[in-house]
């Protein structure tokens, strides 16, 4: 591990009028926002950990605190603003990687769920890297670099297309205005990334509570049913379905015993019970599909689960897309003039229309004797930096301030 940041000398935990203020990189990656944080200025200690993310977010230190509007901190409601990073640096054979730890928060409660990744925010990884120092890129063309998330253990790979001026070069992105720094993204291994299974139930389809619906698991595990069957298609604005509440129950119903039976499990490895998938913020992801209407190949409204979300989560895209290969499954056999797999490995681009646009996903796959195998899938995002500076911690407790002031 590296022992300190070379290009930003004074970007470190301080005191000042009394008052401990911690350094962060306020972010976005995709359609997330959230902070990136060196691990070395982190507490060790689990519980003094979570208790400075609280600060930072602005969620409730202790219990639940519904309608919580994060005022007093950098969260800001949704789930896809709620995101942080906790980065550093590692070597592989002498090559550079960052390795990447996500906590999500929910503004309504302090609980911290530390099970999953977040393809959206990876992409704000890089440029941390680059900003920080922590990593370099010389010359123009194509700049790689590795990115190990340990919530999960799957490794993605870095794209930057650098200019001869240094500069990135930028894209635009469903969900996000205007042109910024563009990055490809590459999830090597992505089956089974919580269940260790392409199929986590064994079937391509299963019936769950009256409906059929498929339990996948490519980058994320993720439930996918036919909106025709809650009466939708699809295409409504996310904040409709959010209001239907006899939709979002049903929905919550099938996530549940979808969850049950896929065996997800805590990042301790006990099987989740209903109670906790009730008020899961991360998995299984669920969504609903229809035909598409503008060119795509099939039409998602997406869940995290328990909120809807204005586009769609690249990793959720990324299973999705993997789900449109495989016939027989919901999304299969919904999608229209869908790309079919070849005995061997090649790129098969897969085009997701969502309520920003169209998300389009890279699923590496062949078909073998045993079924569909996924080699990688890849997704284009781009990120930028909202603010780099510090956080005072005006109510942190006297052993969180005593532990960051060893560090100041």
């Known amino acids: 591990m590296l022992s300190k940041l070379p290009l930003l000398p004074d970007f470190k935990i301080r005191s000042r009028a009394g008052v401990v203020e911690f350094p962060v990189h306020h972010m976005r990656g995709g359609t997330s926002t959230g902070l990136v944080i060196w691990e070395p200025y982190a507490p060790p200690d689990m519980g003094l950990r979570e208790e400075l993310l609280r600060h930072l977010m602005g969620v409730p230190l202790v219990g639940e605190r519904p309608g919580n509007r994060q005022i007093g901190g950098l969260g800001r409601g949704p789930a896809t603003s709620n995101k942080v990073f906790f980065a550093?640096?590692?070597?592989?054979?002498?090559?550079?990687?960052?390795?990447?730890?996500?906590?999500?928060?929910?503004?309504?409660?302090?609980?911290?769920?530390?099970?999953v990744n977040c393809g959206n925010m990876s992409a704000a990884l890089p440029f941390w890297a680059l900003d920080t120092g922590l990593a370099s890129c010389e010359g123009s063309g194509p700049w790689s670099i590795d990115i190990r998330n340990t919530n999960t253990g799957v490794i993605t790979s870095a794209r930057l297309q650098v200019r001869a001026d240094a500069t990135v070069a930028a894209s635009e992105i469903p969900g996000v205005d205007g042109a910024f720094p563009g990055v490809d993204l590459f999830l090597h291994a992505p089956v089974g990334a919580k269940t260790g299974k392409l199929l986590p139930t064994g079937n391509v389809r299963d019936e769950v509570g009256g409906y059929t619906v498929s339990c996948v698991d490519v980058a994320v595990p993720m439930v996918i049913a036919d909106?025709?069957?809650?009466?939708?298609?699809?295409?409504?604005?996310i904040g409709e379905l959010e209001a239907d509440l006899r939709f979002m129950s049903e929905l919550k119903r099938v996530w549940i015993e979808a969850g049950l039976r896929m065996a997800l499990k805590t990042r301790d490895g006990a099987l989740m019970a209903a109670e906790q998938l009730a008020k899961s913020e991360t998995v299984p992801k669920v969504c609903i599909v229809g035909a598409s209407q503008s060119g795509g190949h099939l039409s998602v409204r997406y869940f995290t689960p328990q909120t809807g979300h204005a586009s769609l989560a690249v990793s959720g895209g990324c299973c999705l897309a993997a789900a449109a290969l495989i016939p027989g499954t919901v999304a299969y056999d919904v999608a229209q003039r869908i790309p079919q797999v070849s005995a061997r490995f090649e790129d098969c681009q897969v085009d997701i229309e969502n309520p920003a646009g169209i998300l389009t996903a890279t699923i590496v796959a062949r078909q073998a004797e045993h079924g569909m195998e996924i080699k990688s899938a890849a997704y284009r995002r781009s990120a930028q930096i909202l603010l780099r500076g510090h956080v005072p911690l005006y109510r942190a407790s006297a052993p969180l301030r005593s532990w960051l002031a060893l560090g100041s």
């Open 227 to 237: 909106a025709r069957q809650f009466g939708k298609t699809a295409h409504e604005p």
């Open 88 to 115: 550093d640096m590692e070597f592989v054979d002498g090559a550079p990687r960052i390795v990447s730890t996500l906590a999500q928060l929910a503004s309504y409660t302090s609980a911290i769920d530390w099970s």
